[in-house]
């Protein structure tokens, strides 16, 4: 769909130059003299990079429909992940780049959102938190209590994560895959 530059809003999707980026911020500028722009930040869906873009009044933009499946992670095969849609269990890899950082934090059946765009993966949106158990930390410090002391742990998916001093291996921790850091400690 075709849009001019002052329908353009944040979390809209865009096709530009056969590139498929999320807007992330849009300034409509008018300036006294010259004809009006859109300054953009545009974040691209397949390579994750950021660029700022400014397109003329007289531009068309193009607006695309993503299509949102829920689906489950099963397992790792070459440089693809393996996730089935719960819907009609078909199962569909996944290059393994769009879940790279958080590959070490998710559990196997981890519910997650998945993008398409023309019936071909675009990305993945994992859920905000994990819950995992604690595999291997060591002791902190006696007395080493002042402040954010902090050390580094291992968890049940083999993900290596910052946390409090007074967490042990065992314990089972909360981690926010949004930003890939210690949440809290919770009960079994």
């Known amino acids: 769909m075709l849009l001019g530059i002052t329908e353009v809003k944040k979390g809209m999707v865009l096709k530009v130059e056969n590139e498929l980026y999320s807007v992330i911020k849009s ?105 995992l158990e604690v595999t291997y930390a060591e002791e902190g410090l006696k007395g080493d209590t002042a402040g954010t002391a902090m050390k580094k742990v291992m968890v049940e998916t083999g993900g290596e994560i910052n946390v409090p001093i007074f967490v042990k291996q065992g314990d089972m921790i909360k981690v926010d895959l949004r930003d890939l850091t210690y949440v809290e400690r919770v009960n079994k």
């Open 27 to 131: 300034e409509f500028v008018n300036p006294g003299k010259g004809s009006a722009f859109i300054r953009t930040k545009l974040k691209s869906l397949t390579k994750g990079s950021t660029v700022e873009k400014t397109f003329k009044a007289a531009e068309k933009l193009e607006s695309v429909e993503l299509e949102k499946r829920s689906m489950t992670y099963c397992y790792k095969e070459g440089d693809n992940i393996i996730f089935m849609d719960v819907n009609d269990y078909e199962q569909i890899p996944i290059p393994k780049e769009y879940v790279e950082d958080i590959l070490p934090f998710m559990k196997e059946e981890t519910q997650v959102e998945v993008t398409f765009y023309e019936d071909k993966p675009i990305g993945v949106i994992p859920p905000n938190f994990s819950i």
